[in-house]
């Protein structure tokens, strides 16, 4: 019953440097997000992948890339790494896939990776 | 613009009553609601929804009420127990993306149950 499995869980870098968040689902889900997670400002969405082969971007972009490797997993890149950036990050996935009816679009998360740039 | 508002950072209750968590919309294209309980260092986790349909759905001691017109929805606990305590957040779905495009979600209430 692994859900979502986020790598690293935490992680230190310095201004500049790169890393590559990875995320895997095991449920079948279509759909995949990363969210960040800042104090005093819930959950923003920063890239979502509605099924395999697709990305878009969510509310906050900037500084990230994301590759839908195949149906399970969805990797954060962040190329050149900023303070800004230090925060919580959560992959998340859903059945959801655009034009349903009848899903919630629920969302279920991973631990979380826990992300200081210094 | 915060298309979901909670605008209580943090509820303090009683062990024993009721723990009202509130949430107002902006976006009338919103069709679903939902509300996740996050303790600290775990990903949140979803504890109860409703369709844009009805206006009220419980599950046990929780409850979530919707007021299409006012924009507005709100999360009983009855009775409020001590695991209760944590950040709980409203999302909504729909909207332009048909739910594709994830959750919006406000930015938490922490609540805390005092024994």
């Known amino acids: 019953n692994a859900g979502v499995t986020q790598t690293p869980k935490f992680q230190v870098l310095k201004t500049g440097q790169s890393m590559t968040l990875q995320c895997a689902q095991d449920?079948?889900?279509?759909?995949m997000y990363w969210y960040r997670q800042d104090p005093g400002m819930g959950l923003r969405l920063i890239y979502y992948?509605?099924?395999?082969?697709?990305?878009d971007k969510g509310e906050v972009p900037n500084g990230y890339n994301v590759s839908r490797l195949n149906k399970r997993e969805f990797s954060l890149r962040l190329e050149s790494a900023a303070p800004s950036q230090t925060s919580v990050y959560f992959c998340a996935s859903s059945l959801t896939s655009g034009g349903f009816i009848g899903s919630t679009g629920e969302l279920f998360f991973g631990e979380g990776s826990r992300l200081t740039v210094l | 613009d915060q298309q979901v508002k909670q605008n209580s950072p943090s509820l303090s209750v009683q062990e024993g009553r009721i723990s009202i968590l509130n949430c107002d919309y902006t976006?009338?294209?919103?069709?679903?609601f939902l509300w996740y309980k996050k303790y600290p260092a775990e990903g949140p986790t979803f504890l109860i929804s409703i369709s844009s349909i009805k206006d009220k759905n419980e599950d046990g001691r929780f409850t979530v009420f919707l007021n299409k017109s006012a924009k507005h929805l709100s999360l009983h606990i009855v009775p409020s127990q001590p695991g209760d305590s944590a950040v709980y957040f409203c999302?909504?779905?729909?909207?332009?993306?048909?739910?594709?495009?994830?959750?919006?979600f406000g930015k938490g209430t922490h609540l805390i149950i005092q024994p």
């Open positions: 449920m079948n889900h279509n759909s």
């Open positions: 976006n009338s294209m919103f069709d679903y």
């Open positions: 992948s509605a099924s395999e082969g697709t990305t």
């Open positions: 999302a909504a779905s729909g909207g332009s993306g048909g739910g594709a495009d994830g959750l919006t």
